[in-house]
């Protein structure tokens, strides 16, 4: 039980997501009531349905992908370049590999994933790809997304120390870390007039 309202005499419960029973005792006198919030559920849905929907239909960046998807063998295989220097050099031996098959995604080669389980450094892996992107081509424009603000966040914050031509946009600021709030549009917008002002006197 998470809380019970003794003016009403009505208890808040609050299930896991896994779960096989729920022990409630037996009181003739009280109306229980248990209910679910499905609107996260349906807003992950709906995205994952809508990109099988593009994907369905081809709209995307890589031609075929759904096709290549299903039969890996027409994917373009990589042809890795070398790295002479890594900027973190804390990187383990199967975090430099997959950096080095990230930078070879320019060798004509269309798509990589990479798989790690929790709490092995997949972070740390992003944040070395874009910061050797950037070394490597300062005009390049880096687009790093996912479901969760906190695995953006996480990369952002490593990203800003060095880099402040960042823009993070999300559904909701509220969920943002604060160091990621100075990036949202209106707050670079207004950066970008205050040192253009600033530049003109």
Known sequence: MQSYDCATQKPTIKLPKEYD?????NNP???????HDYQIEEILWNKKNRTLEELNDGNTLIPNLLRKINNPKE????????IKSFIDSSLDENQQKAVQKALS?????????IQEPPGTGKTTT???IVKQLMKRHRHYKILISSQ?????DNVL???????DKILRIGNDEKKM?????KFVPQKVLNKIITDTRENQK
């Open 148 to 152: 969760s603000n906190q695995a953006v």
């Open 105 to 113: 995604l320019d060798n004509a080669s269309e798509i990589l994933l």
């Open 177 to 181: 870390r604060e160091g990621a709030k």
């Open 29 to 35: 006198k009280m109306t229980y009531s248990i209910s």
């Open 21 to 25: 029973s729920v022990a409630i005792n």
């Open 157 to 163: 914050e490593k990203i800003a120390k060095e880099e």
């Open 75 to 82: 994917l373009k295989a990589n042809e890795l370049i070398e």
């Open 126 to 128: 992003i944040t070395e």
